[in-house]
């Protein structure tokens, strides 16, 4: 193809092209060596393992391992955070609950789950007392069957009966577990009500069942509540009042009459992970990894009086041997306020249901459980059980640990043969003796559990350090020019190596842009006042230069104003913004007129993308329409799901017929467009210069996608966010015009200027680099089912909307400029876009790739840095194929040019 451009300009767009996939291939071999896949292996355990000494000492086990309740009620509310049924609020929210638990006939505890926060990897660790792997955050939307011991294996092999009804996720996991089952999609996020009615319909048959021993409940309501409206949300107290409801009817209908003799029946309600401040979840935060976790059925112990003064300090001392630097290592190791916490610390799983609900139940603990027992379910226990239920426990734990390390040099396996000695004399001790020493026995145990538990938890983390050393390695060896990127992208790599600065990685970008925005405003003013000495161009007139002091001016405004759309980040993401201010019930007005704004804005910004001189009036007035059209189909979607307001009654629906004809209009508008330029290179191939009408083409194919670019996010973006898109158009507009004024259309700094546009746009929106930022919500606007593809394609382009935007207005203006020139000016241009965005994004990569090698062992490495290495690479695949596209649409258009010129 040396006929479509020059051989030497062509065969440099390709190496970019080439140069960038090879770095996205070896991100991906790095990816796979830095991320661990991998569990502890182990066997599936059996009776067998029930043990029938304690040391040298024999003890009865048939008698101190058996059921202690007849039936298991599992409640999982998904996203239920512990703030929402404590104190004040819990009393609103979940009143019977909360008499429940005042009365003493329930216990609250508090639990501090591992990230990431996403529903998936939670119900491997309630299951197997493991802790799954990060990578399975991406997983998440994929689930496929355990393979490893979990406990419902363990219920089963036992001649146990589990039904369950909820999120389908279990029935993935877990397909052949179930006597009975009805799966509800957890992604269909628009479903608030009706997804929880199809589980809660089947428990009047079920109470009066009594073929089954476990029962499954898993309700997303909450979770679909908080993704669409956050926390604050109306919804929320009535959504929880209906779990009452249930808990309500459960307890009155069940747990009251089937503890009349006999074995008492246990209803443990919990959360599988918190909800962020703005609704999301994913990522690290107190609201997302703190969950309640209440048992009904029991009485509840108020204080461990069991544990004195003295015992409690022997326990916080060996705590701080452990955990070396706490400073809270009660908390740690498993007490506070006489609630005791279910996981360590933030390096722990969600795992300690597991061998407390297995002792409960009588069945074998999972053989790979990371979990200890929670003490408070078994103190109304004989002391016997209590410690045969400890030891079992780390017997369990120490042959995981036995096959990972070496026992002989181990602390933890001295404190586990401490404990079990211990336990030994305890055995043998008087009455009166065994009662001064069961604290130090407990704790002694306990201590063993915490430590090896840690230990275990931390040898998951296996890194492939070949692999990783090999794709660094290519990386670096990749040839790249040997030219300078612009001092801020220098300053924003090497800022990576901070959790912090990764963590309010907007502050970066805010301050970059601002400083540029500033910068600009300065010279626009000295040329403005100084007879503009500095403008090389002669058809520039002061009356221009006044317009771009004016327009930057109203940029630094803009900036001041956006920053506050959204807070983000991590230390100041709890603070109320203007976003969370419109979306309040009482600002429903306010939140209509801003998306109606938005919508106007919207429809005047493709209504001039898609102007051309070439274009008639009437061509004009039906482009206008269809803006319109999709405008009106937009906020009418908004109507439908009822965030904002109508002048008259429209029916509140899922919006399904809205955005479908939003999509119809997207497709309207595309094949319209196809057929005009088909119609241009026919009709003019012969009347105009052959140049000028490969360029128009170009300048139409480009502003027709920017164009349903733009509309395809206005639909899937919040309502007050929609005027980002308006805001984003002027400002990168008045990027390339102050460049022309300047005469630096032809320099690099349009590329660079161009990616930080997108960058502060990126956070205007709200995102950050927690995985809890994604708005899941997105995913699902005008989907009647779950399909993996068309969410996952929705929330990526929900996620890049911005950068991909201000990549599509630049390549635009290119193309409308290079009218004005010749082949080798777009060639030129396209070629400093190609290597400024291949090299960036290279040398962003592999920084980040060592320095995350070095940082590996670092206390935040799975709640910082390894979330920012997935956003960057999928940025990365994104660019690439942005990049791709873009090349394959310049040459096609090229090829067509050069054949109507061989047939001429």
Request: proline fraction near 3%; charge should be neutral; glycine fraction near 6%.
């Amino acid at each position: 193809m040396s006929f479509v451009v020059g051989n030497d300009v062509r065969n440099k767009q390709c190496g970019s092209l080439c140069y960038l996939l090879i770095v996205v291939c070896f991100m991906a071999l790095f990816m796979f060596g830095f991320f661990p896949t991998s569990y502890l292996q182990s066997r599936k355990a059996t009776k067998d393992d029930i043990p029938y000494f304690v040391g040298n000492t024999r003890v009865n086990a048939s008698a101190l391992y058996k059921p202690l309740v007849k039936k298991l009620i599992l409640i999982v509310i998904d996203a239920l955070r512990v703030d929402f049924v404590e104190g004040e609020t819990g009393l609103r929210n979940m009143p019977y609950t909360a008499s429940l638990i005042k009365e003493s006939a329930a216990c609250q505890y508090v639990g501090r789950v591992s990230p990431p926060t996403v529903t998936m990897p939670r119900i491997k660790a309630l299951t197997t007392g493991s802790v799954p792997n990060f990578i399975d955050v991406i997983l998440n939307f994929g689930s496929s069957a355990v393979t490893d011991d979990n406990l419902l294996h363990q219920a089963v092999s036992n001649g146990l009966k589990i039904v369950f009804y909820g999120d389908d996720t279990w029935l993935k996991l877990y397909p052949d577990k179930f006597v009975r089952s009805e799966g509800t999609s957890s992604f269909f996020v628009s479903d608030f009500w009706e997804v929880d009615s199809n589980v809660t319909r089947n428990l009047p048959s079920e109470l009066n069942s009594d073929d089954w021993s476990i029962m499954v409940l898993h309700y997303l309501g909450l979770d679909h509540i908080g993704h669409v409206e956050g926390p604050e949300s109306h919804h929320i107290r009535t959504k929880l009042n209906e779990m009452d409801s249930v808990v309500q009817k459960i307890h009155e209908q069940f747990v009251v009459k089937n503890t009349n003799g006999g074995k008492p029946s246990l209803m443990v309600i919990c959360g599988d992970h918190g909800m962020k401040d703005s609704g999301g979840h994913g990522g690290a935060s107190l609201p997302e990894i703190t969950v309640p976790i209440i048992a009904v059925g029991q009485s509840c112990v108020q204080r461990y009086s069991r544990l004195d003064s003295t015992s409690m300090y022997v326990w916080q001392k060996q705590a701080m041997s452990i955990f070396p630097g706490s400073a809270d290592p009660i908390l740690k190791c498993g007490f506070m306020d006489a609630k005791q916490i279910i996981c360590t610390d933030r390096r722990r799983p969600h795992c300690s249901a597991v061998p407390t609900l297995s002792a409960l139940l009588g069945v074998p603990i999972p053989a790979g459980n990371l979990g200890k027992t929670i003490y408070g379910l078994l103190h109304h226990l004989p002391t016997n059980k209590q410690l045969y239920f400890l030891y079992y426990n780390a017997q369990q734990m120490a042959e995981l640990f036995g096959k990972t390390f070496e026992i002989t040099e181990s602390d933890c396996h001295s404190e586990y043969q401490k404990a079990i000695q211990l336990h030994e004399k305890w055995l043998i001790y008087e009455e009166e003796e065994k009662n001064t020493a069961i604290e130090t026995t407990i704790a002694a145990y306990y201590s063993a559990l915490s430590c090896m538990g840690f230990k275990l938890t931390e040898s998951l983390i296996k890194y492939d350090i070949h692999t990783i050393c090999v794709a660094i390695g290519v990386l670096l060896q990749v040839k790249c020019e040997n030219q300078i990127l612009l001092i801020g992208v220098v300053l924003h790599i090497v800022s990576l190596g901070s959790s912090s600065f990764i963590e309010e990685e907007h502050q970066i970008w805010y301050f970059l842009w601002s400083t540029l925005a500033l910068a600009k405003l300065y010279n626009c003013i000295v040329s403005y006042t100084s007879n503009m000495g500095s403008i090389s161009r002669g058809n520039v007139t002061k009356q221009k230069m006044k317009q771009l002091v004016c327009r930057w001016l109203l940029a630094v405004t803009f900036h001041c104003v956006l920053r506050k759309l959204n807070q983000t980040g991590d230390k100041w993401a709890h603070l109320p913004d203007i976003g969370d201010w419109l979306t309040l019930d009482e600002n429903k007005t306010f939140l209509s007129g801003v998306l109606l704004l938005g919508l106007f804005a919207l429809i005047l910004c493709c209504f001039n993308i898609s102007s051309t001189p070439y274009k008639s009036r009437s061509n004009s007035l039906i482009d206008l329409s269809l803006y319109t059209a999709a405008a009106v189909c937009i906020y009418l979607y908004r109507a439908a799901i009822g965030s904002v307001l109508l002048p008259f009654d429209y029916p509140q629906s899922r919006g399904l017929y809205e955005s479908f004809g939003t999509w119809c209009i997207l497709g309207v508008i595309m094949i319209k467009s196809v057929l005009e330029v088909l119609f241009t290179s026919h009709h003019h191939s012969y009347y105009a210069r052959r140049w000028t009408v490969c360029a128009n083409i170009l300048q139409k194919t480009f502003s027709v996608i920017t164009v349903c670019w733009m509309i395809l996010c206005a639909l899937i973006y919040r309502p007050y966010n929609v005027l980002l898109l308006g805001c984003n158009v002027c400002i990168s507009q008045l990027i390339y015009d102050t460049a022309v004024t300047y005469d630096t259309a032809s320099c690099i700094s349009l590329p660079v200027m161009h990616y930080w546009l997108g960058m502060v746009f990126y956070f205007y929106q709200g995102n950050s680099n927690s995985l809890a930022s994604i708005d899941v919500a997105a995913g699902y606007i005008g989907q009647e089912e779950y399909n993996i593809a068309s969410v996952g394609a929705l929330l990526i382009a929900h996620t890049y909307c911005a950068p991909i935007l201000s990549y599509l207005l630049l390549i635009r203006n290119i193309c409308k400029h290079s009218v004005q020139h010749d082949k080798e000016w777009l060639d030129d241009q396209l070629h400093r876009l190609f290597w400024f965005v291949a090299s960036h994004r290279s040398l962003l990569l592999t920084v980040y790739s060592i320095l995350l090698t070095f940082q590996r062992h670092h206390l935040f490495v799975w709640t910082v840095f390894a979330p920012k290495l997935l956003y960057e690479a999928m940025f990365t695949t994104c660019t690439f194929v942005k990049l791709l596209f873009t090349f394959f649409i310049v040459q096609s258009v090229m090829y067509k040019e050069h054949k109507c010129k061989q047939w001429k």
